[in-house]
C-alpha cells in the first residue's frame, strides 16, 4: 500500500530540499519528488506551495525532517538493563524507550559479564531478528575482552581473553550484525581478522594499549572506536596511544556528546579532526533513559543519576562515570547548540555515518528511495515532533 507524505524540508542524501513528497511502500521509501513534479492526473503547472494545496496527500509534515537517529550503543533504557535481563520482553522495553527520542534503529549492548549471559543475550537478539523487529539490528557485545587497566565499571573479575566458546556466539548468523569492543592488548590481531572474515564488526575500546598495538589491531580488520577519549590511553607528546591512532585513521568514532564524558572542547575537536563521516554520535545508556528511577542495581553496586552544572549524568558510589543518560536526540541538539555543528552534520553523524559504519546504510540512516522510511520530524528549535518508523507516525501508532 503506497503513503504520500507531503514535507516542507527534509534531508535527503545528506542535502536539504524542500516541498518534497515522500512516496512510502510497505514501509519503505520507494522515491523521494519534487512537490511540483509529482504526478497528480491533472495538467496543472502549479508551483510547489500551490500544489501541496491542491493535492490531497495522506499526510503534510511541518517542519524539517531527517533521518531516525541510529545508535550503536544501548546498555538499557525503560528502567532495565540489557545484562540484568537478557530476554526479548526486555530488548522490546529497552527498544520502545529509545525510540520515543527519534532512535528507530539500535544495538543492544551486552557490557562485560560470564559467558552463561553473552549466551542468553544472543539468544534474545535472535528471536528479535526472527520476529522482524522493527528497530533491532544485531547486537553490540562490549567487552568481556578488555583491558583491567581502562575497565571503567566493567567488572573485572569477567575481563578475560577470548574463548574458542564466546567466538562461536560472536560469529552465529542469526543475530543480525554483529559489533565486539576489545582491547587490542587482550585480542591478538590473528583473533580480530578472524573476527573480520566471519563478517564482525570489530571497534577498539577500553584499552591502554600504545599505538603501535592500536594500529596492528587496525591492520588486521579493526574499524571503529568505542567512545573516543573515554577508558583508551590518551594523546601525549610522546606516546600517540589509542587516541592519537583513532584521530589518524580512517575509523568511525564512536562519541559521547552529554558534556559529562567529554569536554566540549575536547567533542568539538573530534568532530573537527574526523569529519562527519568519522563520527557516529552514541548515548552509551543505561536503564535510565525512558525510565523513571534514579538509582538502579548494578552487579555488585548501584548507578545513580545526578543534575550537574552540565547537565545529568550517572556514579557509581565511588564517583566513577557510568554510562549515560543521554538519548540520541539530546546528542544531536547539543552538538548543535553547545558545539556550532550544522544540522546537516549532526544528523549525519547521529544517522548515516552510524548506518554505514555497521553496513546497514542501505536500508537505514538516511532518506532515499530503497531506505526504511525512519524518520524524525523537528521544529525550528530543534524540539522533536514527531518520530516515524518504517512508515508509520509512532504517536499515531499507540
Given amino acids: 500500500m503506497n503513503k504520500t507524505i507531503y514535507v516542507d524540508s527534509i534531508l535527503v542524501n545528506a542535502e536539504w530540499k524542500t516541498q518534497q513528497v515522500m512516496i512510502v511502500e510497505d514501509g519503505t521509501i520507494s522515491d523521494i519528488v519534487d512537490a511540483a513534479k509529482f504526478d497528480t492526473g491533472s495538467e496543472t503547472t502549479a508551483n510547489s506551495k500551490h500544489l501541496a494545496s491542491m493535492v490531497n496527500f495522506d499526510e503534510r509534515i511541518e517542519g524539517t525532517v531527517i533521518p531516525g537517529y541510529v545508535d550503536t550503543q544501548v546498555n538499557g533504557g525503560g528502567g532495565v538493563m540489557f545484562n540484568h535481563a537478557p530476554t526479548l520482553e526486555s530488548l522490546n522495553i529497552i527498544a520502545d524507550a529509545h525510540a520515543q527520542f527519534g532512535t528507530t534503529s539500535l544495538f543492544p549492548t551486552l557490557i562485560t559479564d560470564d559467558f552463561a549471559t553473552i549466551s542468553s543475550a544472543a539468544d534474545a537478539i535472535s528471536q528479535a531478528i526472527r520476529l522482524n523487529h522493527p528497530s533491532i539490528m544485531g547486537v553490540h557485545f ?205 544528523s549525519v553523524m547521529a544517522s548515516t555515518t552510524a548506518a554505514r559504519f555497521t553496513r546497514t546504510q542501505n536500508n537505514i540512516g538516511q532518506l532515499i528511495a530503497g531506505a526504511a522510511a525512519n524518520f524524525v520530524v523537528l521544529d525550528e528549535q530543534l524540539h522533536l515532533n514527531q518520530v516515524w518508523q518504517h512508515g508509520r507516525n509512532r504517536d499515531n501508532a499507540k
Avoid: W
Avoid at 583491567?148 to 552465529?172: N, P, Q
Avoid at 553547545?338 to 546537516?344: E, F, H, N, P, Q
Fill in 142 to 346: 562490549e567487552g568481556p575482552h578488555l583491558s583491567v587497566a581502562k575497565k571503567g565499571v566493567h567488572k573485572a573479575a569477567h575481563i578475560r581473553t577470548m574463548s574458542d566458546e564466546e567466538l562461536a556466539v560472536y560469529t552465529r548468523k542469526d543475530i543480525g550484525q554483529v559489533i565486539v569492543t576489545v582491547a587490542p592488548e587482550n585480542v591478538s590481531p590473528e583473533v580480530i581478522h578472524t573476527l573480520v572474515n566471519e563478517n564482525v564488526i570489530v571497534a577498539l575500546g577500553h584499552s591502554n594499549a600504545p599505538y603501535e598495538v592500536v594500529q596492528q589491531a587496525l591492520d588486521a580488520g579493526a574499524t571503529g572506536f568505542t567512545h573516543l577519549f573515554n577508558a583508551m590511553s590518551p594523546l601525549t607528546s610522546r606516546e600517540p596511544g589509542m587516541v592519537g591512532a583513532a584521530l589518524l585513521s580512517d575509523a568511525i568514532c564512536g562519541l559521547i556528546v552529554d558534556h559529562q564524558h567529554l569536554h566540549e572542547k575536547s567533542a568539538e575537536l573530534a568532530c573537527k579532526v574526523k569529519g562527519e563521516e568519522g563520527i557516529m554520535l552514541v548515548t552509551d545508556a543505561m536503564a535510565h533513559v525512558g525510565g523513571r528511577e534514579d538509582t538502579i542495581a548494578f552487579f555488585d553496586t548501584e548507578i545513580t543519576r545526578t543534575s550537574t552544572r552540565t547537565g545529568e549524568k550517572l556514579t557509581t558510589p565511588d564517583g566513577t562515570l557510568a554510562g549515560s543518560c543521554l538519548d540520541m536526540h539530546s546528542a544531536l541538539r547539543h552538538c548543535v547548540n553547545d558545539l556550532g555543528i550544522t544540522l546537516k552534520s549532526a
